[in-house]
C-alpha cells in the first residue's frame, strides 16, 4: 500500500487504479498486516503490473509465510475484478484481529 515499505517496488513499476477489498480477515502481525479466510471484507489498493516478473520479486518481498493466489476483489466503484492476493499461511500467536479489516485505518500513514 501507498506509504507503507512494500510499496517502493509498485513504484514506478505498476499502475495503481485504486482501493478494492477482498473476503477474507486481516491480522496485525505488528510490523505488517496478515490477510487470512474470513467472512468479512478487507481493504487494501489494487495494482495492474508493468512487467509480469514483477511477481517473483513481489513473492521474495512478502516471503515464506505468504503465499500468492487469485483472488474476486471488488473496487471502490462496485466493479469487481480478479486479482492476485497474498495470504498468510504464518503463526498466530501473537497476532492481533483487525475487526474492520482496514490497515491503514489501524496504522495510519500518509498515502505517497
Given amino acids: 500500500m501507498r506509504g507503507y515499505a512494500l510499496h517502493r ?8 487504479l485504486g482501493e478494492a477489498s477482498v473476503r477474507g480477515a486481516l491480522l496485525d502481525l505488528r510490523a505488517y498486516p496478515g490477510l487470512v479466510d474470513g467472512d468479512g471484507r478487507v481493504r487494501g489498493e489494487l495494482y495492474r503490473l508493468h512487467d509480469r516478473e ?14 500468492r493466489r487469485r483472488a474476486g476483489v471488488r473496487l471502490a466503484d462496485g466493479c469487481r475484478s480478479q486479482a492476485w492476493v497474498y495470504r498468510y499461511r504464518g503463526a498466530r500467536a501473537r497476532a492481533v484481529p483487525i475487526a474492520h479489516g482496514d490497515y491503514r485505518r489501524a496504522h495510519p500513514r500518509p498515502a505517497s
Avoid: K
Fill in 9 to 16: 517496488w509498485l513504484a514506478g513499476a505498476s499502475t495503481y
Fill in 54 to 67: 514483477l511477481l517473483a520479486v513481489l513473492d521474495r518481498q512478502e516471503g515464506y509465510n505468504f503465499e
